[in-house]
Each structure stands twice: as C-alpha cells, then as structure tokens.
C-alpha cells in the first residue's frame, strides 16, 4: 500500500486493538487476525488521504491495545470509545494523522435520543455495526453492498439497520434516535484535502501518472524506499 494513512481496528469480539499504519512512500504488509474460540470477528478499516506534499513520508506502523482507548460513560448510558482525536475531553491514542481524524465508537442505550458534536469544518459519516435507529440531518442511509452488488443497486432502507452506512450534511452536531435493541456506530469526521485522487487497489495517488508510476515500480520490485 502506498501513500495514505490507515487505521484498523480488528479482533474477536470485544477485543478492539487498533493497527494505524501510514504507508508513506510504500509499505508492504499482511494481517492474519484471530478470531474468538468460535471463529467470530469483526474488523473495520479506515483510509484517509495524505496530502500531496505529505505523499512521500516515511512509513510508519502502531499497534495500540483496546485497554488503552479512553471510554467515556454519559449520564443517559451512552458510552464512547475515543480511538483517534478529541471528543468530550479525551483524546485517543491513534495520532499523527495528516487529515486529523476524529474516529469514535458509540453505542446509544435502546430508545434514547443522543446528540453528538461535530465540528462544522468537517465532512462525517456514521457506519452501524449493532442494533438500529435513525439520524437527524443526514442523507438517506445506505446499505453496504454485498460482494458483486454495486452501490447503485442498492436502495436506501427506510431506517438505519447493522452495515449501513449514514453520510451528513454540513453542521455543527448530529442526533440519533436508538431503536428498541439499541445501537452501536462508528462516527467518523475530518477535514477535506480538497484536492484531486486518482486511486486503484491498494495505492492512492494525486493523478493518474503518479499512479502508472506506482505500479510500475511495484512491478520492478523498487517501490519501497525504505
């Protein structure tokens, strides 16, 4: 992979390590994480561009623990993980992400309403990976697509369910209404680049020479610099 930052948080169920790696000038990498005794696991992964001057920067790879994701507990039960920038007076440990993320895992008890803040420079998305409810101010919710169904194949469930994922509008906060089990979202902001990407597989680059190039010297075997 090549040229952009990447979070993963992955592992059995309630595990929730973090892998945040920055590809930099190219790195090369497998994962081969392990479920729990019953083969279950849940994983999600993160890519946020590198600016173009930044496209070149060394690679870099952090592997933090779930123990050390500060957890916050509201007085209506919700309760947050800070994994990546500052929410409600926590900071994350993932750092040093060029588009300085905020990258949070919520969970709203069943039939509660919760207001969140978003900083209004920012673009965001929800993805729900437990329980179900629906969001204010937002676009329509879409469905992840499964394997060989495309994006534009898919309709917008009238409510928001597990693997949809929810983009918003400009704004300074976000509300959402947990249905009756509940509901567990990733929330997801950070500043646009607000320049051009020409992308394919693993590598994302700024044009479509730069990205030519890359292929060409994963071919040759030079694409790690370091």
Request: glycine fraction near 12%; charged fraction near 20%.
């Amino acid at each position: 992979m090549e040229h952009s930052d990447s979070i993963g948080n992955h592992g059995a169920i309630g595990a929730g390590d973090i892998q945040w790696m920055t590809a930099g000038s190219g790195i090369i990498h497998q994962e081969m994480p392990k479920g729990d005794p019953a083969g279950r696991m849940h994983g999600f992964q993160l890519w946020a561009n590198l600016p173009s001057a930044q496209k070149m920067t060394p690679p870099r790879d952090q592997e933090i623990k779930s123990l050390d994701i500060p957890e916050i507990k509201d007085d209506d039960s919700t309760e947050v993980r800070v994994i990546c920038g500052d929410f409600w007076g926590k900071v994350g440990p993932v750092e040093g992400i060029a588009t300085n993320p905020t990258y949070i895992d919520v969970s709203v008890a069943p039939g509660r309403r919760k207001t969140l803040p978003v900083e209004t420079m920012r673009h965001a998305f929800a993805y729900v990976f437990g329980g179900s409810g629906k969001f204010c101010n937002a676009s329509s919710p879409l469905a992840v697509p499964t394997e060989g169904v495309k994006w534009l194949d898919t309709n917008p469930p009238s409510a928001v369910n597990d693997r949809s994922l929810v983009l918003f509008d400009g704004g300074d906060e976000i509300t959402v209404q947990a249905g009756d089990e509940g509901i567990r979202f990733l929330l997801v902001s950070g500043r646009p680049l607000q320049e051009p990407v020409a992308w394919y597989g693993p590598i994302v680059m700024n044009t479509q020479e730069q990205l030519r190039q890359a292929f060409e010297e994963l071919g040759e075997g030079t694409f790690l610099r370091t």
